[in-house]
């Protein structure tokens, strides 16, 4: 069963725009959220994370959304540039575990 | 240059034939563990370890096996591989477990492996 899910395995969004990926998860005991990206031929690298104690964490153009409630997140690149092409995965955890639960990914393509 | 190193890069091999793919960390990192990337399915961990000597099945160990005697090294084992193995595996690792950081792990480049 996919506890993290991202249901869009894709989006395209233009240069300057906003791009929203989403990312929903089943396991109410989550309390740590991350986003990685992942070029081709490259490993994935850490983005963005937030705890379950806050609601919104901003770092630059990368911005991430908790909402514990409805068990979804989501994060918010504003503007989006072309380099932000790639594979975004989001990932969840929580404190009496040691491993990180990914989802499937959502590829985004920033076009001029 | 901290990093996470994986070798090799690329592998075909045949049903049955043991191989090994290493990783190695340069950072001294408690936590290492292995993922392998399918189509629609992410990420997903084989094993971790917590420490040298520490190690624990993740959610699709079947088929690999771990060892972790030094810090910084930690194989991927293949006794026999099948074509199921057939994948794209990373290796990671992180400062420490048990706080926020030690969930920003750092990954190596990948090895695709393909077992015909």
């Known amino acids: 069963d996919q506890q993290v899910k991202q249901n869009s395995p894709s989006l395209s969004v233009q240069e300057g725009r906003i791009s929203i990926l989403n990312c929903d998860y089943t396991?109410?005991?989550?309390?740590?959220f991350l986003w990685y990206k992942k070029y081709p031929a490259e490993g994935p690298t850490f983005l963005i994370s937030?705890?379950?104690?806050?609601d919104k964490n901003e770092d630059g153009r990368f911005t991430v959304f908790l909402n514990k409630s409805a068990k979804h997140l989501s994060l918010h690149i504003v503007p989006s540039q072309p380099g932000d092409s790639a594979v975004y995965f989001c990932?969840?955890?929580?404190?009496?575990?040691?491993?990180?639960?990914f989802g499937t990914g959502t590829r985004l393509q920033v076009f001029p | 240059e901290a990093q996470v190193t994986q070798n090799p890069r690329y592998l075909i091999t045949v049903t049955g034939k043991k191989l090994t793919v290493t990783c190695s960390q340069n950072?001294?990192?408690?936590?290492m563990s292995w993922y392998r990337q399918d189509p629609g399915l992410g990420l997903r961990q084989i094993y971790y370890s917590m420490n040298v000597e520490v190690t624990d099945k993740g959610d699709v160990p079947e088929g690999y096996k771990v060892s972790r005697k030094e810090k910084r090294n930690f194989p991927l084992i293949l006794e026999s591989p099948s074509p199921n193995q057939t994948s794209l595996y990373f290796c990671a690792s992180s400062l420490s477990t048990g706080t926020a950081s030690s969930y920003e792990q750092y990954f190596g480049p990948g090895t695709r492996l393909t077992v015909t």
């Open positions: 950072m001294n990192h408690e936590y």
């Open positions: 990932a969840a955890s929580s404190y009496n575990t040691d491993k990180l639960i």
């Open positions: 937030i705890s379950s104690i806050k």
């Open positions: 396991n109410s005991m989550f309390d740590y």
